[in-house]
């Protein structure tokens, strides 16, 4: 069995507003996808409805061919919640402990203290004593205490410092290569840029992209040649190339806008135009998400 | 299985790290109960059946206390802080997460009904017969069900701060008015009927009659158990209308 997880036309309705809108998608074994989107966009409410802890008000999910209540299924999942989750009153170490006796085969305890970074220090310490990162760490732990097949995070970084979230990736990319599933939701979009294979982009309870992170990059995103040249030269000569979408100067520095960079550059010293210090940028994934979830959907 | 065990030792040591714990449900008692037999005269009549009298008081009040005040404070706390809904997330299931609760408080009931019997066995020199002091026990420990019903109840507040203080007051007033502190007798005639109404008073009273050499009235069950199912359905009733909202 290759599909972990299936989605199938899931629509939430709260009262006054429909948080998630007719989405479907599946996953298969192995992928690392990234859920983004901005703030209400409707990905804390896919998550909680995944792991079950809210119904669809219509539409199916199926994880590992099952609901996500059953055993097999509970046991097979590690999960980082947006909210931060501690038990009062007990140390690292014994939480620990007692959630990984909920599980048949579950990591061994010094794999998760090298995994999460958690230091001595830290297991000794009750969580009402917890910094934030360090509770993101705990949380983190403990999703991982199962040795979990399919692993659902929201917003895991959220909290973390450099060191941390690094930590954090370099675990999730050696659980990656082991064939773990992996799916998360972050607001940071270089750390969905690194380590997914996929994006799923929400907005307005939909979802309006899907594919390889390169793939978005370039299905919206202008690419552009920009080079430094003599300001008394004349770019004349350029414009009747059909290939140029647009040409301007800006600061001494002359951009061409144009899908096929190459083809530019060739032009550049066929017509022996002086130009040097030549850049080309092709679109980041910021620039991606903001024309992909801004208000007007002409971009798209 | 592993887990369930697990479950209860975690659920127990949280307690014990408890400092309202260890405050109100063990020193507060023992002190109490020494000032009552030992610092202040009560002129009571017969001495020793006053001592014993007492130590039943002050452990059901131990008892009572950690029934209505451990389990609905750390529900409240657990719901706040995402712990309930983590532990929806793991393949824990709940009647097992439910019965570790029940077991780890059971646990520490006996604990305290075995710390204050001892006080007072060593602070009086009470002598019960070894029958005496097992069916208080055992009573004291049973009788406590309705009040950790009622715990569930305050474990459905939203904030943990309103549960403390609610649950507190509660507490104290009906340790107060079902004679507890003082004997029923020595109050005055309103208080007393509608402490006979209360059920820290008959929870109190079951062992009274025992340590006199009696078995607890079938007034004093009748009434434990009819608290016991009016708070199992409110707090039923609640729930239900918290997940509708
Ligand atoms: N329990 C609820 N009742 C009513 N509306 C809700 C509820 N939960 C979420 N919503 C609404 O549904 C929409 C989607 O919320 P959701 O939490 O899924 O967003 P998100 O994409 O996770 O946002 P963020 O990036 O801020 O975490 C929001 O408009 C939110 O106000
Ligand atoms: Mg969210």
């Known amino acids: ?300 | 299985m592993k887990a369930f065990q697990m479950q209860c030792k975690m659920e127990i040591k949280r307690v014990l790290r408890n400092r309202y714990f260890v405050f109100w449900s063990l020193m507060m008692p023992i002190i109490f109960y020494y000032i009552f037999t030992n610092v202040v005269n009560t002129n009571a009549a017969d001495p020793a059946a006053w001592k014993a009298h007492y130590l039943m008081s002050m452990t059901a009040f131990s008892v009572m206390g950690s029934s209505i005040m451990t389990l609905g404070i750390r529900m409240v706390q657990e719901r706040t802080q995402g712990w309930s809904t983590f532990i929806r997330l793991t393949p824990l299931p709940d009647h097992i997460y439910f019965s570790a609760q029940m077991v780890g408080q059971s646990v520490i009931h006996i604990l305290s009904i075995t710390v204050i019997f001892l006080a007072g066995a060593i602070i009086n020199r009470i002598s019960l017969t070894p029958m005496e002091w097992f069916m208080s026990g055992l009573w004291i420990l049973l009788g406590s069900i309705p009040f950790l019903a009622m715990g569930t109840l305050f474990g459905l507040m939203k904030k943990v701060e309103t549960a403390a203080g609610i649950s507190n007051v509660l507490y104290m007033v009906l340790a107060v008015c079902g004679g507890m502190w003082m004997p029923l007798e020595i109050m005055p005639k309103a208080m007393q009927s509608i402490g006979h109404w209360l059920p820290s008073y008959h929870f109190g009273s079951g062992a009274w009659e025992i340590v006199q050499g009696g078995l607890p009235s079938w007034k004093n069950i009748v009434i434990l158990f009819a608290y016991l199912v009016v708070f199992m359905l409110l707090s039923k009733y609640i729930r239900r209308k918290q997940e509708a909202a």
């Open chain 1, 1 to 300: 069995m290759n599909e972990i997880l299936r989605l199938e036309n899931v629509t939430k309705s709260f009262k006054y507003k429909t948080a998630v809108n007719n989405i479907s998608f599946s996953m298969k074994k192995g992928e690392v996808t990234a859920i983004l989107g901005p703030n209400g966009a409707g990905k804390t409410t896919t998550i909680s409805m995944i792991l079950g802890l809210l119904k669809p008000t219509t539409g199916d999910i199926k994880l590992f061919n099952s609901q996500s209540q059953e055993l097999h299924v509970r046991q097979k999942i590690g999960t980082m919640l947006q909210e931060v989750s501690v038990m009062p009153g007990l140390t690292i170490n014994e939480i620990l402990v007692l959630i990984r006796s909920y599980y048949p085969e579950p990591l061994p305890l010094k794999d998760l203290v090298n995994l999460t970074g958690l230091t001595e220090q830290d297991l000794k310490t009750r969580t009402e004593k917890l910094s934030g990162g360090q509770k993101r760490r705990l949380n983190f732990a403990l999703a991982l205490a199962g040795n979990p097949e399919l692993m659902i995070f929201d917003e895991p970084t959220v909290g973390m410092d450099i060191t941390s979230r690094q930590r954090f990736w370099q675990t999730i990319n050696t659980f990656a290569n082991q064939g773990k599933t992996i799916i998360f939701s972050t607001h940071y979009l270089q750390e969905a840029d690194d380590n997914a294979q996929r994006i799923l982009l929400f907005k307005d309870g939909s979802i309006v992209a899907d594919g390889t992170p390169q793939q978005i990059k370039s299905r919206i995103s202008k690419k552009a040649v920009s080079f430094l040249t003599d300001p008394e030269k004349s770019l004349e000569i350029l414009y009747h190339h059909s290939e140029i979408e647009q040409i301007f100067r800006k600061n001494n520095r002359v951009y061409i806008y144009s899908d096929h960079t190459d083809k530019i550059l060739e032009l550049l010293f066929q017509e022996k135009i002086g130009a040097h210090d030549i850049q080309i940028e092709s679109g980041n994934l910021e620039e991606a998400f903001r024309q992909l979830t801004s208000e007007n959907k002409e971009a798209i």
